[in-house]
């Protein structure tokens, strides 16, 4: 993939035109995505767990690895800046 390609999936039409602001705002995109894949990611994993299955089966049921499976539970974080 391209960074060309890249900043049209995370910015569309919303696009600039300048290649640093839309790099900096793709980046943003990006993280903003990530947060959110992972918590809606864990809340379905924690379900999965509260029904009863192993993260073992999770992984074997979902191509999820298991050690990812289990850091799901865990949002990732900003960096505090300085």
């Not at 995109?29 to 089966?57: F, K, S």
Request: glycine letters at 8%.
């Amino acid at each position: 993939m391209t960074a060309d390609e890249a900043l049209d999936a995370l910015l569309g039409e919303a696009r600039t035109g300048d290649a640093r602001a839309d790099l900096i705002a793709a980046a943003q995109e990006a993280m903003d995505r990530r947060e959110r894949n992972t918590q809606h990611g864990g809340a379905v994993i924690a379900a999965l767990v509260e029904m009863g299955l192993p993260y073992r089966e999770i992984e074997q049921v979902t191509g999820i690895p298991r050690t990812t499976a289990q850091r799901w539970a865990i949002p990732p974080t900003r960096a505090e800046s300085d």
